[in-house]
C-alpha cells in the first residue's frame, strides 16, 4: 500500500509539472500537498526524492523541495542527450514502422510547413512532437522509449519557462524530416537512419546555441556604444 501511494503521489507531482501546474520555482510542500490529496507526508517525500534523481526537482536545504528551473545548459544538456537516445529509437523503429505510417509522418510534415506559413508556432510544436513521437514509437523498447518521452517533456518544459529558437532552423528541420523519412522508405541501413535522426537534433541545438551567442553579443555592443561615445 506505502508503494501505491508513493507511485501515485509520484504521478500527481510529475503531471503537473507536465502540463504547467507546478511550473518551475514552484515550491512543493509536503504538508499542503498532504492535505489536498489525502496522502500522507512519507510517500510524498520518497516521490520528491525519486522526481529529484530524475532532474524535475530540487531540494533545497532550509528551503524544501522546488519544481526545477531550466536554463540554457539544461536544454544543451537535453538536446545532447535526445539526439543519442532518439536516434538509436528512431533506427531500432524504423523496419517497424508501416506504409500508413510513413504517410502520416508525411501528412504531419506537411502540416508543419502550413503552421509555418500561418506563423502559429505552437501548433508547429505539437505537430513536431507527434512527428517525432510517431518515427520512434515502435522501437520495440519500453525503456528507451520512455528515455526519449521523458527529455522531449524536458525540452517542452524549458521552452515554455524561456523560448529558443533560431531562424530558418523550423524550415530546415521539415525538409530534414523529409529526408529521414526518405530513408526509412528505401530500407536505408539501421546506422545511416540512427545518424540522420541524431544529426537532426544536433542541428537544432548547434542553431539556436549560435544564434544565441551572436544575440548575446550584440546585445552587448549596443550596451557598449554609449559608454564608447562618453569617453570620446
Not at 507546478?22 to 500537498?33: A, Y
Not at 536545504?61 to 542527450?81: E, H, I, P, Y
Not at 535526445?82 to 524504423?94: I, Q, V
Request: contains cysteine.
Amino acid at each position: 500500500m506505502a508503494d501505491s501511494k508513493a507511485e501515485q503521489s509520484y504521478r500527481i507531482v510529475k503531471e503537473r509539472i507536465m502540463d504547467g501546474t507546478f511550473g518551475p520555482g514552484h515550491r512543493l510542500v509536503i504538508d499542503q500537498l498532504s492535505r489536498q490529496f489525502s496522502i500522507s507526508s512519507v510517500p510524498w517525500r520518497e516521490s520528491l526524492r525519486r522526481l529529484e534523481a530524475e532532474g524535475w526537482v530540487d531540494i533545497i536545504r532550509n528551503v524544501g523541495a522546488v519544481v526545477k528551473t531550466f536554463d540554457t545548459d539544461s536544454w544543451q544538456q537535453s538536446m545532447r542527450l535526445l539526439a543519442r537516445l532518439e536516434g538509436l529509437a528512431t533506427a531500432l523503429s524504423a523496419t517497424n514502422l508501416t506504409a500508413d505510417d510513413i504517410a502520416e509522418a508525411r501528412e504531419l510534415n506537411r502540416d508543419m510547413r502550413d503552421a509555418l506559413a500561418n506563423f502559429d508556432p505552437a501548433r508547429f510544436g505539437r505537430l513536431n512532437r507527434r512527428f517525432h513521437e510517431l518515427l520512434y514509437s515502435r522501437c520495440n523498447d519500453d525503456r528507451l522509449h520512455d528515455l526519449v518521452d521523458a527529455e522531449w517533456t524536458r525540452i517542452e518544459l524549458i521552452r515554455r519557462s524561456a523560448f529558443w529558437y533560431a531562424p530558418g532552423r523550423a524550415l530546415a528541420s521539415i525538409s530534414e524530416h523529409d529526408a529521414i523519412l526518405d530513408l526509412i522508405e528505401g530500407a536505408a541501413d539501421a546506422e545511416m537512419i540512427e545518424t540522420a535522426a541524431r544529426r537532426h537534433e544536433v542541428n537544432t541545438l548547434e542553431a539556436v546555441t549560435k544564434y544565441d551567442a551572436e544575440a548575446t553579443e550584440h546585445d552587448r555592443s549596443d550596451a557598449e556604444r554609449p559608454t564608447s561615445r562618453r569617453r570620446r
